[in-house]
């Protein structure tokens, strides 16, 4: 079966770094499209940035210069590097693909940023 297994986040300072990273399972990972998404408190959940099978990205423009996102197919792990953390960026951050037009999702690993 698909499983995720998130790590990375924690509480860090404006202007700090993380790097989430997501294990996958159960599915071909190389050729599969993946997601980060976040729900902050109160919000609804939003796409944070994708990665296909060929490598392409695309960012939310509110982390557009300051997230990367990336995977090891060796590894069958999702990265995402978060730069110049804001205290908007503050929420539960989960991993995501769509395989045969279900969504599977990550438990989430909480983000804090705060001074």
């Known amino acids: 079966q698909v499983q995720f297994v998130e790590s990375g986040g924690g509480l860090v300072q404006p202007g700090g770094s993380l790097r989430l990273s997501c294990a996958a399972s159960?599915?071909?990972?190389?050729?599969?499209?993946m997601k980060w998404y976040r729900q902050a408190p109160g919000k609804e959940r939003e796409l944070v940035a994708y990665?296909?099978?060929?490598?392409?990205?695309v960012y939310a423009d509110a982390v557009k210069g300051r997230f990367t996102i990336s995977r090891d197919n060796a590894k069958n792990t999702v990265y995402l590097q978060m730069n110049s953390l804001k205290p908007e960026d503050t929420a539960v951050y989960y991993c995501?693909?769509?395989?045969?037009?279900?969504?599977?999702w990550g438990q989430g690993t909480r983000v804090t940023v705060s001074s």
């Open positions: 995501n693909t769509r395989l045969n037009w279900s969504d599977y």
């Open positions: 159960g599915f071909t990972f190389s050729s599969t499209v």
């Open positions: 990665i296909d099978s060929g490598g392409s990205k």
